[in-house]
């Protein structure tokens, strides 16, 4: 196999890797520079919240790092990040609003639907509601530009190099769901349910990013537009399940997305961002 490859162990030599050997040598690197770390802040942090949130932080600092060095050394692009279409421009800040607006409504949509059909009823906004408002916000921002430069970037980026639209299409989507199942055992089987709803979510944000030229700007606010309105819910304590209907409808965990309706829900906001549309803003 090695001699098949003509393997040369030398950065520029990487970019003729297969596939599967450039996503283990890059989060090979990844990891052996992170566990270290961890491995330190273990004997210095001892409150777990904040051990993670230092973990997650410096995680995600590093692989911004590595993705430029790996840009510029391994495919000769000084400006990886643009084209994986993160960029700081008009255009994409519309894309970013109109994506928040879409995913905010959706989800809030969603949410009063429910309570039309008497599956939850609506408490009342607690006084620390508008610090939850911005704290959401905030934290929806991270995740959303976190995960849509790893997986609709860079992750997207390198499948693309070896395969078509299509099969790289289906491989973002399926390996942003597995992702999100390393966990033990029981607690995987317990919440398959929710595969299916992250392939399609996986699905939706490629096609977003896709329907826009390949900017990220729509993918990233329509990720975080979902995960502010889930916060508001949840951290704002703002709906009470009546329990009228199984689980597996209204979402496993009180997760809205990956129950039946939340299913209907998604393959609506795949549908139209798998259209040949134009933006709302420009």
């Avoid at 055992?185 to 826009?212: D, I, M, N």
């Avoid at 329509?222 to 689980?247: C, F, M, N, R, T």
Wanted: with cysteine; proline share 5%.
């Amino acid at each position: 196999m090695f001699d098949r490859f003509k393997l040369k162990f030398s950065p520029r030599s990487i970019a003729r890797y297969p596939l599967l050997l450039r996503l283990l040598i890059f989060i090979s690197v990844l990891f052996s520079v992170w566990l270290p770390i961890v491995v330190l802040c273990l004997w210095l942090v001892d409150d777990s919240n904040t051990l993670s949130i230092v973990a997650m932080s410096l995680l995600a600092l590093e692989f911004l790092a590595l993705v430029k060095f790996w840009g510029q050394v391994v495919y000769q692009q000084p400006h990886i990040f643009q084209s994986y279409g993160l960029a700081v421009t008009y255009q994409n800040g519309l894309d970013l609003v109109e994506g928040l607006a879409t995913g905010l409504s959706s989800l809030w949509a969603l949410f009063l639907m429910q309570g039309w059909l008497g599956w939850l009823s609506w408490q009342d906004f607690p006084s620390r509601f508008p610090v939850v408002l911005l704290e959401g916000l905030l934290v929806a921002l991270g995740v959303g530009l976190a995960e849509e430069v790893a997986f609709r970037g860079w992750l997207l980026d390198e499948l693309q190099r070896d395969y078509s639209p299509k099969t790289s299409l289906w491989g973002s989507g399926v390996v942003y769901a597995g992702l999100h199942f390393l966990k033990p055992t029981a607690e995987a089987l317990r919440t398959l349910p929710q595969f299916p709803g992250l392939v399609l979510l996986g699905l939706a944000l490629v096609w977003a990013k896709r329907s826009r030229s390949g900017r990220l700007g729509l993918s990233i606010g329509l990720h975080a537009g979902l995960v502010w309105g889930y916060y508001l819910i949840q951290v704002g304590e703002l709906v009470k399940y009546s329990d009228q209907v199984p689980e597996w409808m209204t979402g496993i965990d009180q997760n809205p997305l990956v129950g039946g309706m939340g299913l209907m829900f998604l393959g609506a906001i795949a549908f139209w961002m798998r259209c040949d549309r134009k933006p709302l803003f420009t």
